[in-house]
C-alpha cells in the first residue's frame, strides 16, 4: 500500500500542477487564482498519505522531494504557477516543508494524524479561499495590507474543517472546539506575512489541536482568549483600535474574564460594541473619512479602572468592586456616545462653566443632544446590573446610571478647565494635542500641559468612582 500511495499521491500532485498551468495558459483564470488553486489542491495529499502510507519514511519522501524542487523553482522561475508575482518570500517552500514535518512528527504513531489532517487542511482551503477573496472583495485592511473581509472567510472554513474533522474522530464539545481551533487560526494567518502563514498556520495549529484535546486546562484557557482574539480581529480590521490599542483591549478582557466571570465579561463586550457601533454610526452620518481608531493610550485610560476594579473584587468578593467596575464602562461610554451625538447636534456648542461658544469637537463643549446621549449611554451600560448581579439590580443599575452620567459632565468641566490648549501663533487656531515638528508654531493658551484628552477622560471616572464610594459607604 506504502508503493501504491507514492504513485497516487505523485499522479494527483503532477494533475494539480498541470491543470492549473493549462487554465493559466489559456487564460481561464488568473495567475493569483491558478497559485490558489495549487495552494488548495495540494492540502490534500496529507489525505493520501493518511490512507496509504504505514512507513513514515515513504510517507515523507515526496513532501521532501518538493520542498527541494520548490525552493529551486523559488530561485528559477521554473513552475511559474505556484509562485507569487513579487517573489514574497519562501511560502511555496514552507507550505511543503511543514506537511513533511507534520507527516515525521505523527505518522510515527498514527494516534494523532487527524491533528495533522485538520492543519493541512485549513492551511490548504481556508488560506486559499482567504487570499482569493481578500485580494478581490476585501474592503477593510488591517496594517499588513491582509483583509477583514478574508480572514472572515479563513475563520467560517476553518470551523467546518475543524468540525468535520474532530466529528469524524468522535469528539464532544464540537461547536467550542472548532471556534477556538478557526479563531487561533485566523490570528496565527493575520499575524504572519511573506509567505510563514505557510508554515506557522499548520505547525501553530496542530500545538493548539493536541493540547486542546488532551488537556483540560488548556481548554478553559483557550476559551477566553478565542473570544478575546476574535473580537480583536474584528476590532482592528474595522478600525475600531489600532494595533496596540488592540493588544491591550484582548489583554484587558483576559483579565476580565477570570477575575471577574462570564457576566462582568458579557458586559465589557457590549461596551465594546455598543460604543464603537454608534461612533461607526455618527462618523458615517456626519461624513467622516474614517474613524478614529482608538489606541493604547485610550484603552489604558477608559481601562484602568475596571481593571483595578476587577482586581480587587477578586480578592474581596464584594459587590461594590462590580459597580465600580460597571461605573468605569458607564463613565467612558458615556463619554464617547455624548461626544459622537453632539456631533450630529446643529445646536450651538457651549462650555458649561462659562457658557462660551466653541467649535464643534472642541473638548469640554457640550450639547443638549450630547448631554442625553450620554445619560442614554450609560443607562445602557448600567443595564448589564441586571445581569451581573445577583441582588439589588435597580439601585445598581441607578448608580452606575447617574454617576456614569455624571462623570460625563465632570469630564465636560475638567475638558474646559484642566485641559491643555494651544492657539497658532499664525492663524489663531486652537488645538488640543500637538505633534513635536509643531511646537514652534503654537503657544499654550490654557489647561495643564500633561492633561489631555485621555488624561482627563481618566480623571472624571476617578471623581466620579470616589463620589460613589463616598455615597456607597455614608448609606
Given amino acids: 500500500m506504502d508503493y501504491v500511495g507514492l504513485l497516487v499521491e505523485l499522479l494527483y500532485i503532477i494533475f494539480i500542477i498541470m491543470v492549473s498551468t493549462i487554465l493559466l495558459n489559456k487564460k481561464k483564470i488568473s495567475f493569483e487564482v491558478s497559485r490558489k488553486f495549487i495552494h488548495i489542491g495540494l492540502c490534500n495529499t496529507y489525505l493520501i498519505a493518511w490512507i496509504f502510507f504505514e512507513n513514515v519514511v515513504l510517507a515523507s519522501i515526496l513532501p521532501l522531494l518538493f520542498i527541494i524542487i520548490n525552493f529551486y523553482s523559488y530561485k528559477h522561475k521554473t513552475i511559474k504557477a505556484i509562485e507569487r508575482v513579487n517573489g514574497d518570500g519562501l511560502g511555496t517552500v514552507w507550505y511543503v516543508l ?122 478553559d484557557f483557550s476559551i477566553a482568549i478565542s473570544i478575546n482574539l476574535l473580537i480583536g480581529v474584528l476590532a482592528n480590521g474595522l478600525s475600531f483600535f489600532d ?16 477575575l471577574a466571570g462570564v457576566y462582568s465579561y458579557i458586559s465589557l463586550i457590549g461596551y465594546i460594541v455598543f460604543a464603537n457601533s454608534v461612533s461607526l454610526f455618527c462618523s458615517s452620518k456626519v461624513r467622516m473619512k474614517t474613524q478614529e481608531k482608538r489606541g493604547i493610550e485610550q484603552v489604558i485610560c477608559n481601562g484602568l479602572i475596571p481593571f483595578c476594579a476587577v482586581i480587587l473584587y477578586f480578592y474581596l468578593k464584594t459587590d461594590i468592586c462590580l459597580v465600580l467596575y460597571l461605573l468605569g464602562l458607564a463613565g467612558s461610554c458615556s463619554d464617547t456616545f455624548g461626544g459622537d451625538f453632539g456631533k450630529l447636534s446643529n445646536a ?115 471623581a466620579s468612582c470616589l463620589m460613589l464610594m463616598v455615597l456607597y459607604f455614608l448609606i
Wanted: hydrophobic share 50%; net charge positive.
Fill in 98 to 219: 511543514s506537511i513533511f514535518i507534520l507527516i515525521v512528527t505523527l505518522f510515527s504513531t498514527r494516534k494523532y494524524i487527524y491533528i495533522g489532517a485538520i492543519s493541512v487542511l485549513i492551511l490548504g482551503y481556508a488560506d486559499g479561499l482567504c487570499g482569493i477573496i481578500g485580494t478581490n472583495m476585501g474592503k477593510h485592511r488591517f496594517k499588513n495590507n491582509k483583509s477583514l473581509e478574508g480572514s472572515l472567510v479563513f475563520f467560517i472554513v476553518s470551523y467546518f474543517i475543524s468540525y468535520l474533522m474532530l466529528k469524524i474522530n468522535c469528539y464532544d464539545n464540537l461547536i467550542i472546539y472548532s471556534f477556538i481551533i478557526a479563531t487561533y487560526g485566523t490570528v496565527i494567518e493575520v499575524l504572519c506575512t511573506k509567505g510563514f502563514d505557510n508554515l506557522f498556520v499548520p505547525l501553530l495549529l496542530a500545538i493548539v489541536i493536541y493540547f486542546l484535546t488532551v488537556s483540560n486546562w488548556f481548554f
Fill in 243 to 258: 494595533l496596540k490599542g488592540t493588544i491591550a483591549a484582548v489583554v484587558l478582557g483576559f483579565f476580565v474574564y477570570y
Fill in 348 to 462: 450651538k456648542v457651549r462650555y458649561l462653566i462659562s457658557g462660551k461658544e466653541v467649535p464643534k469637537g472642541s473638548s469640554g463643549g457640550v450639547t443638549i443632544r450630547g448631554l442625553i446621549g450620554s445619560l442614554i449611554a450609560s443607562m445602557v451600560i448600567g443595564a448589564f446590573s441586571f445581569v451581573v448581579f445577583e441582588e439589588r439590580q435597580l439601585l445598581y443599575f441607578v448608580l452606575v446610571s447617574v454617576f456614569g452620567f455624571l462623570s460625563s459632565v465632570i469630564d465636560s468641566i475638567m475638558g474646559e478647565v484642566l485641559q491643555v490648549k494651544y492657539k497658532n501663533i499664525h492663524n489663531n487656531g486652537v488645538v488640543e494635542k500637538l505633534e513635536k515638528e509643531e511646537i514652534n508654531n503654537y503657544t499654550k493658551v490654557s489647561g495643564i500641559n500633561f492633561i489631555g484628552n485621555s488624561m482627563v477622560n481618566f480623571l472624571s471616572v476617578l
